[in-house]
């Protein structure tokens, strides 16, 4: 009988023990970590930390301050500009070619824009920033229409085409 209740006794106080006894809803239970927060930097110094130097410094903090890193500024926004010829800058566009003829009206040229394009266009087309205003035997010029320039004196740009080595 004395055998009986002493497993009788240690059923009952397994059973009892906090670890077995279910937890009251909302807790967490003792094993559970409270959510991850950002580590602290590798050097840092706690806030409640002095250290006592008698003229000595510290030999577990950094003597060299590390660099003020400077936010960069945010990227230009870009806009998408339009297929073929009205989406190649001025500053992109190569004249490779001038066809002029007694008619000033059937001047062509040869614009070569990046990625290999190749484009003809007249007196009056427009690229992204320019138009067209004058095809001379030699050069081009454009009337910058750029935003931001100021409308009482327009910019014009002579480009010329580019020439062969001899």
């Known amino acids: 009988m004395t055998y009986r209740t002493a ?8 059973a009892l023990s906090p670890a077995v006894v279910p937890q009251a809803r909302g807790q967490k239970p003792p094993g559970a970590t409270p ?5 602290p930097p590798a050097l840092a110094v706690p806030k409640d930390y002095h250290y ?7 030999p577990f903090v950094n003597p060299v301050p590390k660099p003020v890193v400077k936010a960069a500024p945010p990227p230009p926004v870009v806009t998408a ?9 001025v500053t992109e566009a190569e004249i ?24 003809f266009a007249r007196v009056g087309d427009a690229l992204y920033d320019a138009v067209v205003k004058n095809i001379k035997s030699d050069s ?18 002579v480009r010329k085409m580019r020439g062969e080595n001899k």
Do not use: C, W
């Open 7 to 14: 497993i009788l006794s240690f059923v009952f106080g397994l």
């Open 35 to 39: 959510p991850a927060e950002e580590p």
């Open 52 to 58: 006592n130097a008698r003229a000595r410094r510290d």
């Open 81 to 89: 500009r339009p297929p073929g010829l009205k989406g190649v800058l």
């Open 96 to 119: 490779i070619g001038i066809v002029v003829s007694r008619e000033p009206s059937m001047n062509v040229i040869t614009i070569q824009a990046p990625g290999g394009r190749r484009y």
């Open 140 to 157: 081009v010029t454009f009337a910058v229409t750029a935003q931001g320039l100021d409308e009482k004196t327009p910019r014009e740009l």
